[in-house]
């Protein structure tokens, strides 16, 4: 004869991977700060790419190619590399916290982004260098301007599901 044995309830908010609190902490000021500065070079992205947008004729081609090489590069560099600070750190916050990587509908939405933008800022820095170096129609800057301002949306929407985490639960425990 067997017996039933009701199965072990877990705790809703059990760490996969808990970690001591000053690290922690540590962790989540760099996820905040890459963020944060991965918006502040969206934004200064999008008004370069509107500036040059605003030029006519061969002045909009030496903006653009000044751009291109003294300054946008450089800062779409930077902006990757927030981006993947971004993306490390927000997995082992999410391993590390109550949060998980998929528990909650918002964790798992942001986690998307998170790689959606940085597929889209690599796809930005190749059409940037070519409209520099006039490789690119300057008709084609709509494109160039519809990543950095979808980049800029995606990466302002990841920010408030982290201030205001809807949806719940993927599924209940």
């Known amino acids: 004869m067997s017996t039933l044995t009701a199965p072990r309830p877990t705790a809703p908010n059990r760490v996969r991977w808990p970690i001591p609190t000053r690290l922690r902490k540590t962790i989540l000021v760099a996820h905040v700060v890459s963020?944060?500065?991965?918006?502040?070079?969206?934004?200064?992205?999008?008004v370069l790419v509107l500036a040059g947008w605003a030029r006519a004729g061969d002045s909009r081609t030496a903006v653009y190619e000044s751009l291109a090489r003294f300054f946008v590069m450089p800062l779409l560099y930077s902006g990757l590399a927030a981006g993947l600070v971004c993306l490390v750190?927000?997995?082992?916050?999410?391993?590390?916290t109550k949060w998980g990587l998929v528990r909650y509908r918002w964790v798992a939405v942001k986690l998307v982004l998170n790689v959606v933008a940085c597929a889209m800022l690599v796809a930005f820095l190749g059409p940037i260098s070519e409209l520099g170096t006039g490789e690119q129609p300057l008709e084609d800057i709509w494109?160039?301007?519809?990543?950095?301002t979808t980049a800029m949306v995606l990466l302002t929407f990841a920010m408030?599901?982290?201030?205001?985490?809807p949806w719940g639960r993927v599924r209940k425990a």
């Open 89 to 96: 750190t927000g997995l082992l916050l999410g391993v590390a």
């Open 35 to 46: 963020a944060g500065s991965w918006i502040g070079v969206d934004v200064i992205s999008t």
């Open 143 to 148: 494109f160039v301007s519809f990543l950095a």
């Open 160 to 165: 408030v599901l982290s201030v205001f985490k």
